[in-house]
């Protein structure tokens, strides 16, 4: 099986591919290319020319918009669409293309702009019960706190996707949270999130800790990225406190990077504190990353 991939973003001139060579390259290869990965490269109509490739429009009962594969040959299970220039344009494409290759196990479409209307358009298919994606990566999407009845409503009722990356995508107002919060403590099924550069702050924080305590959570989460969010102090008290008062026992990783940074040098030793004596209760975890968290000598 082949791993295609085709990045601009990091690639000298010279050696650049074109939006449409990745295409012919991967019609000829569709039944041995395993992953495919397109940085750099495409706008909106080059995702519409893929689910071309894809699949072809067949007419069901009751639904002349429903398409299906081209070919049982096709084998792509990882899709990676990371830093080109997609918009909400590109949901529908992605959609159908979701819709039809029931191997795909991995969408990662960061630093885009597919923002909450293309959410929206992806929330069809992410909530079918033939979707068996298992990562979703929206890291830097121009989400926006409009998304979490999105979201929300995905998780409601999608069984398969363990990994979800929501980072960088100005998550903070007190509603967007709540709902997020509550969608989260419902999933049976979200094992790693990523909420990492959403500068949500101690109160968002504290609407948040519910979800490690599994008196009120039934989420199976291992793994958690809540780096660079203005966290204090309080704020790692609250998280770190439901975890120990819940006896939470799923949680392995926890990142708490680039926070207590709030030109107070007290409050910061004292986050810092509070992650020392979590350390020495906690059972589970096995990773607590501090990194630019200046922890100096005491710590």
């Not at 998780?155 to 100005?170: W, Y």
């Amino acid at each position: 099986m082949v791993i295609a991939v085709f990045d601009n973003s990091s690639t000298a001139e010279e050696e650049r591919v074109g939006s449409e060579d990745v295409l012919r390259y991967y019609q000829d290869r569709k039944h041995v290319v395993r992953e495919l990965c397109v940085g750099g490269l495409w706008e909106d109509s080059h995702v519409e020319a893929l689910k071309q490739i894809l699949v072809v429009p067949r007419r069901f009962q009751g639904n002349s918009n429903r398409y299906s594969l081209t070919s049982s040959d096709i084998c792509l299970q990882r899709l990676s669409l990371s830093n080109n220039k997609l918009t909400s344009d590109s949901g529908d494409s992605l959609a159908h293309i979701l819709d039809s290759v029931h191997t795909l196990r991995e969408l990662d479409l960061s630093d885009n702009k597919v923002a909450a209307s293309g959410l929206k358009k992806l929330a069809r298919t992410l909530t079918s019960d033939q979707c068996a994606l298992q990562t979703l990566n929206l890291f830097n999407n121009h989400l926006g706190s409009s998304c979490a009845r999105h979201v929300a409503y995905i998780l409601e009722q999608n069984r398969s996707i363990v990994s979800l990356n929501l980072g960088k995508n100005q998550l903070k107002s007190k509603e967007c949270i709540a709902k997020l919060s509550t969608a989260f403590c419902q999933s049976d099924y979200l094992q790693k999130l990523d909420l990492s550069h959403n500068k949500m702050g101690n109160l968002r924080a504290t609407q948040l800790a519910p979800i490690l305590d599994p008196r009120h959570s039934h989420c199976p989460l291992q793994e958690l990225n809540l780096a660079d969010n203005k966290l204090t102090e309080h704020g790692a008290n609250e998280i770190l406190g439901a975890i120990l008062a819940g006896c939470n026992t799923t949680l392995t990783k926890l990142n708490l990077s680039n926070n207590f940074w709030d030109n107070d040098e007290g409050e910061e030793k004292k986050g810092i504190k509070a992650c020392a004596i979590f350390l020495q209760r906690s059972g589970t975890l096995q990773e607590l990353s501090l990194a630019s968290c200046r922890v100096g000598d005491d710590g």
